[in-house]
C-alpha cells in the first residue's frame, strides 16, 4: 500500500527523521491556524499519491495570506479530487539529495540508493545520469553497518556538521524501512538548509500488503484511487484496473488476464476494465460481474484456465451472476481446466455458447464490440 | 532423469495434517510422488494416507531419508518453516504460500543461498516432471496439459501455464519438468538459476520460460545463453506486452518502472542470444518446432 506524503513524514517523525513544520488541512477554513504553526511563506502540498504533483501545479509556494487562500481554494476546487491538502513552511534550501532503500530480488538483500542531486525522480537519473547513482547493498541478516552510511555520505561529498546529521537521517530511514515492512521508502528531496539542517522535503512509503498482520493498518479511502470502481473493488480484494474502451474483463490468473489483455490490443479491440477474480476469489462471480456492468463496455469477456479453481465451480459462479444481474450486454466464456465438461454444460444449459480457445473468445469479444451479432 | 524431482526423490510433507496438506498429499501420491512422512506441531503419533507424522523436521530426518520438503504452510509462518527445514539438512524446498510477507521473501532466498540450498516459491504451483511425481498442486489429471515429454518449462503464472503448455502439447510436444518460479517479486529461486540443470537433463531437449514484465529475470537467462551456460533452444512467452507503464497489472512482481523490465527490452535481451518469443501462446509450438527441426 503506497501511503500518502502525509502520512510518510509522520513515520519519519516518529523514527527520529527531521521534517518541516506542517499541517494537514481538510478546508480552506482550516488554513489560518495552520499558517499560524508554519508562518509564512509556506507551500500547500496537494496530497495525492500521483507522481509529478509539481508539474501538475498541485503543489504551490505561497507568499502571503491572499495567496494562500487564493491558490488553497483552486486546489481543493481542481478535478483531481483534492481533499487533503499537506500546510508546509518553506525551506530556506541549499542542497537537495535523493535517497531511498528499496529490495534487490537478486542479491536478496535490502539496497540504498542515493544521489548527489535530488528533486528529480530516479527514473530519469537512472535514465540520464546512471553514473551519479550510489548503491550500497545491506545484508538483512547483519543489518546497516556504520561504514556503510558513512560511505553513501562520503560519495554525496557531505562533511562535518551535515554529514553527521545525515548520517542519523539513514540510519534511522533503514530503521523504518524495516519496521514498517517498506516495499521502498524514499525521501526525494532532502533538503540540506541553509543552516545546514537535514529535513525531508517529499516522503514515499510504499507498504508490503502482504504484511498487513503485522504492521498498523490504515484504512483504504476513495482519495487512494483514481476512480471509484478501483475503490470498491479494491474494498473487495479483487484486482481491478479501469480503462476507457469497450470491452470488460473478467478473467481468472494474473498471467492469463494480463495475456487477454494483450491478445485484445492484437485483434484491434479495446479493454474497459482489467479484473482478476482467479485463486482465493474464485467464488466471488457475482461481486466482479457487478463491478464490470458499472462500466460502459459493450461485452464481459470470461476466460479462465484453473489451476485449484474448479471450472465447474466457475461456471456456476458466473450463470449465478446472469442470474441475479441481468446483464444488459453479451458475455463470451472460456472456461478450462477441472471438470471443464461438467463446466460446458452448466454454461450451454443456461442458454450460453461456451469456447474453449482463448483467441476464439478474444476474436468474437472484439467483434461483438465492433457491433458484430453475439 | 528429470530435474529437481522425480519419481525417486524422497518428499517430507510440512504442514500435512491441514485440509490442503491432507488434500495434495494424496495427489502427490498419486501422481507418483515418493511421499516418506510428514511434519505437523504438536501432531506426532498421527498418520495420513499411511505415512508418519512428526511434531519436527529434526524429528522427522532422524528417522526418515529425506530429499525434498513441501511446506503447505501459511504465508506468515512460511519463513519459519523455510528455516526449519534448512536447518534439517534438506536442500529442496517448495512453499506454495501466496501472501509471503516480502521482508520474509528476502531473507528466505539469503538463506538459500548460504546454504547452497533451491526453495522454490512462493505464490507457485509447485515443481511437476509428468508422470513421475510433482510437489505443489498441479491439475495433473488434464492430459492437455501435463502431458509428458521432453520440454522443460519455467513460470511466473499458474492460469497461464496452463494456456501455454496446452500449446505446447497441442503441438505434438510434452513437458519432461515444469518448475513454476512463482510471481512474487522475491522469489526463492530465479529463472536463470535453474538453467543448468536443464541443460544437464538427458531428458530435456529445449525449455520454455512463461514470463511477464517487471524484473530482470528474462534477462538473466538471456546472459546464461550469452555465457554459453546454456546451449538448449529456449523459447519464452511474455504476458504484458501492451501493458500500460506504471500500472500493477499481473502479479506484484510485474510492475514496469523506469523503462526497466518492459517486455520490449525482455524481448530485445533474448533474441540477441538466439531465443524466440512467442507473441502468442499458440506460436510457443510452433517456434519449438523450428528450433528443434521438426
Request: hydrophobic share 40%; proline share 4%.
Amino acid at each position: 500500500m503506497k501511503l500518502f506524503e502525509y502520512q510518510a513524514k509522520e513515520t519519519f517523525r516518529k523514527n527520529g527523521i527531521p521534517t518541516p513544520e506542517s499541517v494537514l488541512i481538510t478546508s480552506e477554513n482550516e488554513l489560518g491556524a495552520a499558517s499560524e504553526i508554519t508562518g509564512y511563506p509556506l507551500v500547500l502540498k496537494s496530497q495525492l499519491l500521483m507522481g509529478g504533483r509539481g508539474k501538475a501545479g498541485l503543489i504551490r509556494f505561497v507568499q502571503d495570506r491572499a495567496q494562500a487562500e487564493r491558490e488553497c481554494g483552486e486546489l481543493f476546487a481542481s478535478h483531481f479530487h483534492v481533499t487533503k491538502i499537506l500546510v508546509e513552511q518553506a525551506v530556506d534550501i541549499k542542497n537537495e539529495i535523493y535517497l531511498s532503500i528499496t529490495v534487490d530480488p537478486v542479491k536478496a538483500k535490502y539496497m540504498i540508493i542515493a544521489c548527489a542531486e535530488g528533486g528529480v525522480e530516479i527514473e530519469t537519473l537512472a535514465a540520464e545520469t546512471p553514473e551519479k547513482i550510489i548503491r550500497e547493498y545491506v545484508d538483512p541478516d547483519n543489518g546497516l553497518h556504520p561504514y556503510q552510511v558513512r560511505n553513501v555520505a562520503f560519495q554525496l561529498g557531505l562533511t562535518g556538521d551535515v554529514l553527521k546529521k545525515f548520517s542519523l537521517v539513514l540510519s534511522n530511514l533503514y530503521k523504518a524501512f524495516l519496521a514498517n515492512d517498506a516495499e521502498l521508502i524514499e525521501i526525494n528531496p532532502l533538503f540540506i538548509t541553509g543552516k545546514d539542517d537535514v529535513i525531508a522535503g517529499d516522503g514515499k512509503l510504499s507498504i508490503d500488503d502482504n504484511s498487513g498482520f503485522r504492521q498498523k493498518t490504515y484504512e483504504i479511502t476513495r482519495d487512494y484511487f483514481d476512480t471509484d470502481a478501483e475503490y470498491e473493488s479494491a474494498l473487495e480484494g479483487i484486482p481491478y484496473l479501469q480503462f476507457d474502451g469497450d470491452i470488460s474483463l473478467m478473467c481468472a490468473g494474473a498471467g492469463l488476464t494480463t495475456t487477454v489483455y494483450d491478445l485484445i490490443n492484437y485483434e484491434g479491440g479495446t479493454v474497459a476494465n482489467y479484473l482478476e477474480f482467479g485463486g482465493p476469489n474464485y467464488k466471488k462471480a457475482v461481486r466482479a460481474m457487478e463491478l464490470c456492468l458499472k462500466n460502459d463496455s459493450k461485452v464481459i469477456l470470461v476466460v479462465t484456465f484453473g489451476t485449484i479453481a474448479r471450472a465447474d465451480v466457475m461456471a456456476e459462479g458466473i450463470v449465478d451472476a446472469i442470474k441475479r444481474l441481468k446483464p444488459d450486454r453479451p458475455i463470451v466464456t472460456c472456461i478450462r481446466g477441472t471438470n471443464e465438461e461438467e463446466a460446458n454444460r452448466i454454461l450451454k444449459d443456461a442458454g450460453l455458447v461456451p469456447l474453449y480457445d482463448t483467441e476464439e473468445a478474444v476474436r468474437k469479444a472484439v467483434s461483438i464490440a465492433a457491433g458484430g451479432e453475439a | 532423469m528429470s530435474i529437481f524431482i522425480n519419481e525417486t526423490t524422497k518428499v517430507l510433507v510440512q504442514g500435512i495434517t491441514g485440509k490442503e496438506g491432507r488434500y495434495w498429499t494424496e495427489h502427490m501420491i498419486g501422481c507418483g510422488t515418493n511421499v516418506v512422512a510428514g511434519v505437523t506441531p504438536g501432531k506426532e503419533g498421527q498418520t495420513v494416507e499411511g505415512l508418519d507424522v512428526y511434531h519436527s523436521v529434526r524429528r522427522a530426518v532422524a528417522q526418515e531419508k529425506v530429499d525434498a520438503s513441501m511446506l503447505f504452510v501459511p504465508p506468515r509462518f512460511t519463513k519459519d518453516a523455510v528455516f526449519e527445514a534448512l536447518d534439517g539438512g534438506i536442500k529442496k524446498i517448495v512453499t506454495i504460500a501466496d501472501g509471503i510477507p516480502l521482508h520474509d521473501a528476502v531473507q528466505i532466498r539469503k538463506a538459500a543461498l548460504l546454504e547452497g540450498a533451491q526453495v522454490i516459491g512462493g505464490n507457485t504451483s509447485g515443481v511437476i516432471s509428468p508422470g513421475k511425481a510433482m510437489m505443489g498442486f498441479f491439475p495433473y489429471w488434464i492430459e492437455r496439459v501435463y502431458k509428458p515429454g521432453r520440454i522443460g518449462v519455467m513460470t511466473r503464472s499458474g492460469s497461464l501455464t496452463n494456456e501455454v503448455t496446452a500449446m505446447v502439447v497441442k503441438a505434438g510436444f510434452g513437458v519432461s519438468s515444469l518448475i513454476g518460479i512463482g510471481g512474487d517479486p522475491v522469489p526463492g529461486t530465479r529463472f536463470a538459476e535453474m538453467l543448468p540443470q536443464y541443460e544437464q537433463d538427458s531428458e530435456t531437449d529445449a525449455v520454455v520460460i512463461i514470463g511477464e514484465l517487471g524484473g530482470s529475470m528474462e534477462e538473466e537467462c538471456a546472459r546464461m545463453i550469452r555465457d554459453g551456460l546454456f546451449t538448449k533452444p529456449l523459447v519464452a512467452f511474455l504476458g504484458g506486452r501492451t501493458a500500460p507503464e506504471g500500472k500493477r497489472m499481473g502479479h506484484a512482481g510485474a510492475i514496469v518502472s523506469g523503462g526497466k523490465g518492459s517486455v520490449k527490452d525482455k524481448i530485445k535481451a533474448i533474441e540477441s542470444v538466439g531465443g524466440k518469443v512467442a507473441q502468442r501462446p499458440r506460436f510457443v509450438g510452433d517456434h519449438l518446432k523450428e528450433l528443434l527441426g521438426k
